[in-house]
């Protein structure tokens, strides 16, 4: 067997195998979503002041709720998370951040949308 005809046989395995091993063993992995991507522009989704010192206050100007955000930084990692804000307006604190780039995931009722932010 060719080293691609294996690479090949082993992203179809990891493809079937991890997402059921996270579910299996309650691991927080990341699965593949049917969520519709939004765009900014569309929701009408204001982040200000970017870049932040402390704060950071999410608004939707068409009034449609934000459900969740999710913070991550540059690698990837999830570090911090808000669940149930239900509100056209929520202030995220930056509670000991270090500085540098972070990707915001604003979830609302039809999907996401993400947006760069910077601590200074």
């Keep these: 067997m060719s080293a691609a005809k294996g690479r090949t ?13 996270c579910a299996v063993l309650d691991l927080p ?8 991507v939004l765009n ?23 009034g449609e709720p934000i459900l969740s955000v999710e ?3 540059i690698n990837g990692r999830l570090v911090q998370n808000h669940y149930n804000i239900n509100n056209a307006q929520f202030i ?3 509670n000991g951040l270090t500085p540098g780039f972070y990707i ?5 009722e039809g999907g996401f ?8």
Aim: glycine share 2%; hydrophobic share 35%.
């Design 113 to 120: 949308t993400s947006q760069k932010i910077m601590f200074d």
């Design 92 to 94: 995220m604190n930056r």
């Design 40 to 62: 900014r522009e569309n929701t009408q989704l204001v982040v200000a002041p970017n870049p932040a010192s402390e704060t950071v206050r999410f608004t939707s100007k068409l």
């Design 9 to 21: 046989y082993i992203d179809s395995i990891m493809g079937y195998f991890a997402p059921r091993a």
């Design 71 to 73: 913070l991550y930084d």
């Design 104 to 108: 915001a995931k604003v979830r609302f």
């Design 29 to 36: 992995c990341s699965t593949v979503s049917t969520e519709q």
